[in-house]
């Protein structure tokens, strides 16, 4: 069993920057992929990013990359997501989640999931 817990949201203007961290209790982060996906009033949630449990490759939407980076600290069992330049599009509440694939980018493939944090960004 693992717990996520996400923090580091708020409220900012559009250009601005937040943190996400993602704390995991229960079993290492470093067991499990890791990703980020956020879900705006309305909409399905959708795929942010990932970083492997095992290389630490990542990968991103689209819509983010060049903008977001996502990183995690093994030793505290914490994953980060860093949103630079955000856009009023960005806002949404955003969730981490653990995942025993290599590269997971469907909802299905998490076993895991943090009860979210939201995210607004103002124009």
């Known amino acids: 069993q693992v717990r996520l817990v996400e923090s580091g949201g708020g409220l900012v203007q559009a250009g601005g920057s937040l943190r996400l961290s993602c704390a995991a209790s229960g079993r290492t982060a470093s067991d499990y992929t890791m990703g980020w996906f956020r879900q705006a009033p309305g909409k399905e949630r959708e795929f942010v990013a990932l970083i492997s449990a095992t290389s630490g490759a990542t990968y991103y939407a689209d819509s983010v990359k060049g903008r977001f980076t996502i990183s995690k600290d093994n030793r505290k069992n914490t994953a980060y997501l860093q949103m630079n330049s955000l856009k009023p599009g960005d806002t949404a509440v955003y969730y981490c989640?653990?995942?025993?694939?290599?590269?997971?980018?469907?909802?299905?493939?998490?076993?895991?999931w943090g009860q979210g944090t939201q995210v607004t960004v103002s124009s």
């Open positions: 989640a653990a995942s025993v694939y290599i590269r997971p980018t469907m909802l299905r493939q998490y076993s895991y």
